[in-house]
């Protein structure tokens, strides 16, 4: 109504001849103002039409042509407009391809083309950076990955043969199994992949050796890349290429020395970048990651690559980040990773930002050594608002915990979280990927500097399209009621969920002075990842969310709480062999949390039923929650004794609990459950293809844009992959 006021002044009786000359052009450019906010109705346009009119003597049919005219105009530009950007969204696949139990997916880049030409830039040489790194995944993940990776990779490209044949099929199949999980055991279960091929028949064509024929075809040969089971050695147990000769007892022992001369107070982060080795001689020493050290040809090119990039930094601190990276890089010095941990951190103002290093232990057995990965980014602001809410009020989350005071902290520093578009994913991010990240890993450093938490949004919404109608709801759901909570509510629950893992769970709590970060050893990832959910678990139930906003109402939560007990009591075993236990720490987690609630609900309900129930309907198998209060009442108790695990360094009540709750499957439930998903065809794994980033430049080599593309297939990615960016494989 004041702009149709405003306009109405405009038009005076004693206007200039200027305005009455431009009034067709005015009426024109407003009437596509008005269709296009839709916020006219037909009253108001008559008047309109008629106060115009009157005031320059114009007739009321003509003007009225006239408006009619622009409108259908109007429309017709709107309709293409809209029937453009209706296309140019539908134009976009997600899905790439399927092979074994992986799905591979594509993500966008949504407001790379907004950025300036130097943010470009700068996330141009840091996705450079990032592509660097493979050739160090594989070899962590075991000591024949690169070997065979390129016999596999040469053997695919110049085969003359029938590319139909059952065997060169299986190759095929074999390769891309092993290019997605950076080696050749399973990226989550853990177990050695099974060839499709005949042994004698892939011998005679790649002229492999018998050492190399023995590791792909037998099976009690570095059988598992990581083995966390109960009484054995671990590290022997294990083919993970992280410590060589080494018996879990020594390892233990080489560290525990040297914890014991190091800082109490600010520790390093032991072992962290380096692989253990004993010698000819018996003794034991680490071969350190670093410029000139194992893995240096690598290294050279990161390094290479964040110089290049440093110019167009941010800020002079994101050029003091990088510059801390690049010297740690060089000399492998771990105080230094420390000083780069803490000036990474406090850099929270760039909108473009990274991860680069060796930071997650989830793929060493005693949960030490540092895998390598990277992931570019820049802010989603609008998104990031949603998480901002909860970082501002950390302080009050702590403090409402239902954790012991003793081990809540006093004062919370540092939180930040945001949400985030995904550029470039690297190493152990790549293919498979996490959805949300909290870091740094460093207890002292975020206790005294804080961490950041991000949301990958782009991702999110990449797995999001591409589960759009598989089935899954529908088949494992107990009923409509459940399955109309997760359609309005699960969205938000999902997005929040991870925004309260990942920016205030992983960060809550603290450590006993004196308590050793690595005191839980190979238990410490499962009751970590299980302390971020019970917090998140526990906070969404809270009115606190939709006090903030953050929730829809106070039924939103009992999305959360549903998937939650579905997922941990049951349909996350779809991604594991019959016969075979729960190895990974993720999957330990949300199965420990599930069934000990499960346990401990019998009877705790309201008039004596139990708060969770497992129902038989027509022999399939269904979760029934029947008190969601009782079951965050059950999570909030589960999430106190774990906290006191955790800050107390209490051994052998983490391993109780995992190894009571988390490990075991019952067989008849996960035949049943295995039959029910394969009627639905889908993955139960995802990854993705990066996008393609081209460099355009001018006579002197100057970056003037960058541009992003998204047509590069799967199989194409990663043979580039190989030829461009692995310096260790040549």
């Given at each position: 109504?004041?702009?149709?006021?405003?306009?109405a002044?405009?038009?005076?009786?004693?206007?200039?001849?200027?305005?009455?000359?431009?009034?067709?052009?005015?009426?024109?450019?407003?009437?596509?103002f008005?269709?296009?906010i839709?916020?006219f109705?037909?009253?108001?346009?008559?008047?309109?039409?008629?106060?115009?009119c009157?005031?320059k003597?114009?007739n009321y049919?003509?003007?009225k042509?006239?408006?009619k005219?622009m409108?259908?105009f109007t429309?017709?530009l709107t309709?293409v407009?809209c029937?453009?950007?209706?296309?140019?969204?539908?134009?976009?696949?997600?899905?790439?391809?399927s092979?074994?139990?992986?799905q591979?997916?594509?993500y966008?880049?949504?407001?790379?083309d907004?950025?300036?030409?130097?943010?470009k830039?700068?996330?141009?040489?840091l996705?450079e950076?990032?592509?660097?790194?493979r050739d160090i995944?594989?070899?962590?993940n075991?000591r024949?990955?690169?070997?065979?990776r390129?016999?596999l990779?040469?053997f695919?490209q110049?085969?003359?043969?029938?590319?139909?044949?059952?065997?060169?099929?299986?190759?095929e199949e074999?390769?891309?199994?092993?290019?997605?999980s950076?080696?050749?055991?399973?990226?989550?279960?853990?177990?050695?992949?099974v060839?499709?091929?005949?042994?004698?028949?892939?011998?005679?064509?790649?002229?492999?050796?018998?050492?190399?024929?023995?590791?792909?075809?037998?099976?009690?040969?570095?059988?598992k890349?990581?083995?966390?089971?109960?009484?054995?050695?671990?590290?022997?147990?294990?083919?993970?290429n992280?410590?060589q000769?080494?018996?879990q007892?020594?390892?233990?022992a080489f560290?525990a020395?040297?914890?014991a001369k190091?800082?109490?107070?600010?520790?390093?982060?032991?072992?962290?970048?380096?692989?253990?080795?004993?010698?000819?001689?018996g003794k034991?020493?680490?071969?350190?990651?670093k410029v000139?050290?194992?893995?240096g040809?690598?290294?050279?090119?990161?390094?290479e690559n964040?110089?290049?990039?440093?110019?167009f930094a941010e800020?002079?601190?994101?050029?003091?980040v990088?510059?801390?990276?690049i010297?740690?890089?060089e000399?492998?010095?771990?105080?230094t990773?420390?000083?780069?941990?803490?000036?990474w951190?406090?850099?929270t103002e760039p909108?473009?930002d990274?991860?680069?290093?060796?930071?997650?232990?989830?793929?060493?057995?005693l949960?030490?050594?540092?895998?390598w990965?990277?992931?570019?980014?820049?802010?989603?602001?609008?998104?990031t608002?949603?998480?901002?809410?909860?970082s501002?009020?950390a302080?009050?989350?702590e403090?409402?915990s239902?954790?012991?005071k003793?081990?809540?902290?006093?004062k919370?520093?540092?939180?930040?979280?945001?949400v985030?578009s995904?550029?470039?994913?690297?190493?152990?991010l790549?293919?498979?990927?996490a959805?949300?990240?909290?870091?740094p890993?460093?207890n002292?450093?975020?206790?005294?500097?804080?961490?950041?938490?991000?949301?990958?949004?782009?991702?999110?919404?990449?797995?999001?399209?591409a589960?759009?109608g598989?089935g899954?709801?529908?088949?494992?759901?107990?009923?409509?009621?459940e399955?109309?909570?997760?359609?309005?509510?699960?969205?938000?629950?999902?997005?929040?969920?991870t925004?309260?893992?990942e920016?205030?769970?992983h960060?809550?709590g603290?450590?006993?002075?004196?308590?050793?970060?690595?005191?839980?050893?190979?238990?410490?990832?499962?009751?970590?990842?299980?302390?971020?959910?019970l917090?998140?678990?526990y906070?969404?139930?809270d009115?606190?969310?939709?006090?903030l906003?953050?929730?829809?109402?106070?039924?939103?939560?009992k999305?959360?709480?549903i998937?939650?007990?579905?997922?941990?009591?049951?349909?996350?075993?779809?991604?594991i062999?019959l016969?075979?236990?729960?190895?990974?720490?993720h999957?330990?987690d949300?199965?420990?949390?599930?069934?000990?609630?499960?346990?401990?609900g019998?009877?705790a309900?309201?008039?004596?039923?139990?708060?969770?129930e497992?129902?038989?309907?027509?022999?399939?198998?269904?979760?029934?929650?029947n008190?969601?209060?009782?079951?965050?009442?059950?999570?909030g108790?589960?999430?106190?004794e774990?906290?006191?695990?955790?800050?107390?360094?209490?051994?052998?009540a983490?391993?109780d609990?995992?190894?009571?709750?988390?490990?075991?499957?019952?067989?008849?439930?996960?035949?049943?459950?295995?039959?029910?998903?394969?009627?639905?065809?889908?993955?139960?794994?995802?990854?993705?293809?990066?996008?393609?980033?081209?460099?355009?430049?001018?006579?002197?080599?100057?970056i003037?844009?960058v541009?992003?593309?998204?047509e590069?297939?799967?199989?194409?990615?990663?043979l580039?992959y190989?030829?461009?960016?692995?310096?260790?494989?040549?």
């Open positions: 109504s004041k702009l149709l006021f405003f306009t002044q405009l038009c005076i009786p004693n206007a200039r001849a200027i305005i009455a000359n431009a009034i067709k052009i005015f009426l024109f450019i407003f009437g596509l008005l269709m296009v839709k916020l109705d037909k009253g108001i346009k008559y008047f309109l039409i008629s106060y115009l009157k005031l003597n114009t049919l003509s003007m042509k006239i408006f005219t409108m259908l429309a017709a309709a407009s029937g453009e950007k209706e296309q140019k969204q539908t134009e976009f696949n997600y899905n790439v391809e092979f074994a139990d992986i591979i997916l594509r966008k880049v949504d407001g790379f907004e950025l300036s030409r130097k943010q830039t700068f996330i141009y040489y996705n950076a990032a592509l660097w790194r995944l594989f070899d962590q075991g024949y990955n690169l070997e065979i390129k016999m990779e040469d695919y110049n085969y003359k043969g029938d590319r139909e044949d059952k065997n060169f099929k299986g190759v074999y390769l891309k199994r092993v290019w997605f950076n080696g050749i055991h399973h990226h989550y279960g853990s177990d050695k992949f060839p499709k091929f005949e042994r004698q028949w892939f011998v005679e064509q790649t002229k492999c050796s018998e050492e190399i024929a023995e590791v792909i075809f037998n099976p009690e040969v570095m059988p890349k990581i083995s966390l089971a109960e009484g054995v050695d671990l590290l022997l147990a294990s083919a993970c992280y410590y000769g080494v018996t007892e020594e390892a233990e560290y020395e040297m914890k190091g800082d109490q107070t600010h520790p390093v982060m032991y072992g962290m970048n380096s692989t253990l080795v004993k010698g000819k001689d034991i020493y680490e071969d350190v990651w000139g050290g194992k893995y040809q690598a290294i050279s090119k990161i390094v964040l110089k290049l990039a440093r110019p800020d002079a601190k994101q050029q003091q990088i510059d801390l990276l010297s740690f890089y000399t492998g010095d771990l105080k990773f420390d000083e780069y941990s803490i000036a951190v406090e850099n909108n473009v990274f991860v680069n290093g060796f930071i997650e232990s989830y793929g060493d057995p949960g030490m050594k540092a895998s990965e990277s992931i570019v980014n820049f802010k989603d602001i609008e998104a608002k949603r998480a901002e809410q909860l501002i009020n302080q009050w989350f403090d409402n239902p954790v012991a003793e081990f809540k902290k006093e919370v520093k540092g939180v930040s979280a945001k985030i995904a550029s470039i994913l690297g190493g152990d790549f293919p498979s990927t959805i949300g990240i909290n870091l890993n460093s002292w450093v975020r206790a005294e500097h804080g961490s950041k938490s991000v949301t990958i949004a782009n991702l999110t919404e990449a797995y999001a399209q589960s759009n598989s899954m709801l529908e088949e494992f759901a107990y009923g409509k009621e399955i109309e909570i997760i359609k309005k509510y699960g969205q938000f629950t999902d997005d929040l969920h925004d309260l893992h920016c205030l769970g960060g809550s603290k450590l006993l002075p004196g308590v050793d970060p690595e005191a839980l050893k190979a238990y410490g990832s499962t009751i970590e990842e299980a302390r971020a959910d917090f998140a678990l906070y969404l139930a009115a606190k969310l939709v006090e906003g953050l929730l829809p109402d106070a039924e939103a939560y999305a959360s709480y998937s939650q007990m579905q997922n941990g009591l049951f349909t996350q075993v779809v991604r062999k016969g075979d236990q729960i190895e990974e720490s999957m330990r949300r199965a420990l949390i599930a069934r000990w609630a499960f346990e401990k019998k009877g309900a309201k008039g004596g039923k139990d708060v969770i497992m129902v038989k309907r027509e022999g399939e198998t269904f979760v029934k929650i008190d969601y209060e009782m079951l965050r009442n059950l999570f108790q589960l999430l106190a774990i906290q006191r695990i955790k800050s107390t360094g209490d051994y052998n983490a391993r609990l995992v190894e009571n709750y988390a490990v075991k499957i019952d067989p008849e439930l996960h035949k049943e459950i295995l039959d029910r998903y394969q009627k639905l065809n889908i993955a139960p794994y995802k990854g993705f293809v990066n996008p393609v980033y081209t460099a355009v430049k001018d006579s002197k080599g100057n003037t844009d541009k992003v593309s998204y590069e297939g799967y199989t194409e990615q990663m580039r190989s030829k461009d960016y692995s310096p260790l494989n040549k």
